[in-house]
């Protein structure tokens, strides 16, 4: 945002605003990143951001372990102004002076365990996220969970979690997938490393010859000791009946916010995208990654790119467009696979992620509809990209960002009760959040007792959504 931008009415302040344990100051962040994000925290009314790039989150002379969620004399409570008195004096451009911290997860990862983090700090990642982002660990937390349904609640419940394709991780479980390759020949798999991204390593192929040869080179014990151990891979089911629009192939980005694993705290944005491959879609030429691989980092550079059309249609535009192909009712079932798979996911780490009430976690799941529109999850994102791409693309990740600040509240403007902040619906406290808002419009005839709160895809009228709540807000608060 530049200096020049008009802060937009429902984000000013009239006269100062109760900040809670922060009190009446300027809230500190540090942002470790250089795009949208740091736009956004820029333009936000009351922010101030911290010279210096990165922090150790340590305060001048204190020790402590994050989310031991214990009271310090310094924490309290959010929004119990009568403990502010009892926050240090916060010393300007020492370690640990921020209120809101964007950081990287390679930061979180040497710092976590040796910060300390006052009663008000918030921070994004959980110290474990890899477990739901790498793609071995995802898969095997959720079929640890699948079983775990079935023993305790039948077989039939256990299809619920039938929306992930077959994978198998390499090279520990090559013989067990040697064995389901041979019972289904004539199938395509798809060979992803489990820790990169953007489409990086990724090959897919019919015959096991394929894979013996790209194993011996990968995984053979060389005479050589300083090679490094062998990078892990998964194996997976390639989904060879993706939908198609315009003979092309897509898949879904889709934000998800937990502000709270235990209990599992459940956001859903309702604008996304989808992002559509470049080239028609065929199993003629299962090497050509410009027909198969739908990441824009992969479509941008195909020969007849454009980059003023782009790859991407708005949640919004597929929503409708499926809609008036399918009926409201199909997608609303479609859609509702989606939520199960949020939902189910996030339930398979919830007792392994390091829960602490300092973190929150912004994701972005990438989900791609069958040709008989059933979504499957093809994998889950830490650090989905904040880069935009052209206009539109800002301003989606623009609101996107401000709306998650405004759930993440530090400015203690809000009741804490809310079903919908700006463009972000609750989906999950604990056990399913059913819609009452009146926030209707993908719901044809909407029994509102029965509708989970669950509207992607559908309008997202933000900002008079916002102005609305901050009034609705604040004269609650008055009273
Ligand atoms: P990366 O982390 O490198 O982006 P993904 O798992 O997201 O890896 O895969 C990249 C792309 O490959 C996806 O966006 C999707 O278009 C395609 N893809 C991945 N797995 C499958 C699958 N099992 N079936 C069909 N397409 C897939």
Not at 322 to 328: F, P
Request: contains cysteine; hydrophobic residues 30%.
């Amino acid at each position: 945002m530049s200096k020049g931008t008009k802060i937009p009415g429902y984000m000013q302040g009239k006269g100062r605003n109760p900040r809670g344990i922060i009190g009446d100051r300027e809230i500190r962040y540090k942002c470790s990143l250089q795009n949208t994000i740091l736009d956004v925290l820029r333009g936000r009314p009351g922010w101030q951001e911290v010279p210096g790039q990165q922090s150790t989150g340590q305060p001048p002379s204190n020790t402590g372990k994050a989310g031991s969620g214990t009271t310090t004399t310094q924490g309290t409570t959010f929004g119990n102004k009568a403990s502010f008195q009892s926050i240090p004096p916060i010393t300007r451009n020492s370690d640990g002076d921020w209120d809101f911290y964007w950081c990287d997860r390679e930061w979180l990862h040497q710092n976590y365990d040796t910060m300390f983090l006052y009663e008000h700090q918030k921070i994004l990642h959980f110290r474990n996220h890899y477990e739901l982002t790498r793609k071995n660990l995802m898969v095997k937390n959720l079929k640890r969970l699948k079983k775990q349904t079935e023993r305790e609640q039948g077989k039939a419940e256990g299809l619920s979690f039938e929306f992930f394709p077959t994978t198998y991780e390499l090279p520990s479980e090559y013989h067990i997938f040697v064995e389901e390759f041979k019972k289904n020949p004539g199938i395509i798999w798809i060979m992803k490393p489990a820790a990169r991204a953007q489409g990086r390593g990724i090959f897919l192929f019919r015959r096991l010859k394929d894979i013996t040869d790209w194993k011996k080179g990968e995984y053979q014990p060389l005479s050589d000791p300083n090679r490094d151990a062998p990078e892990t891979y998964v194996v997976q089911r390639y989904i060879e009946n993706p939908y198609l629009i315009g003979g092309r192939k897509f898949d879904v980005r889709v934000y998800v916010l937990v502000v709270s694993y235990n209990p599992l705290k459940v956001w859903l944005y309702r604008s996304g995208f989808a992002r559509f491959s470049n080239t028609r879609f065929s199993l003629d030429s299962i090497e050509d990654t410009y027909v198969h691989l739908t990441n824009v980092a992969i479509q941008k550079n195909a020969p007849d790119y454009d980059p003023d059309k782009g790859c991407k249609w708005s949640t919004q535009q597929l929503r409708k467009y499926l809609s008036a192909k399918h009926g409201v009712d199909a997608v609303r079932k479609a859609y509702k696979g989606i939520d199960n798979i949020i939902i189910k996911s996030l339930q398979s780490v919830q007792k392994i992620i390091i829960n602490d009430k300092h973190c929150f976690e912004m994701y972005g799941y990438d989900i791609l509809f069958d040709s008989d529109l059933k979504p499957w999850l093809i994998e889950i994102n830490a650090s989905p990209s904040l880069t935009a791409s052209g206009k539109e693309d800002y301003e989606l990740k623009f609101g996107l960002l401000n709306d998650l600040l405004n759930v993440l509240d530090l400015e203690n403007r809000l009741t804490g009760k809310e079903k919908r902040i700006g463009g972000w619906d609750l989906l999950w406290e604990d056990g399913p959040i059913l819609a009452d808002d009146g926030n209707m419009e993908c719901v044809p005839n909407g029994n509102t007792t029965t509708i989970p709160n669950s509207f992607l895809g559908c309008h997202n009228d933000r900002k008079r959504q916002l102005r609305e709540l901050y009034m609705a807000a604040q004269s609650v608060k008055k009273t």
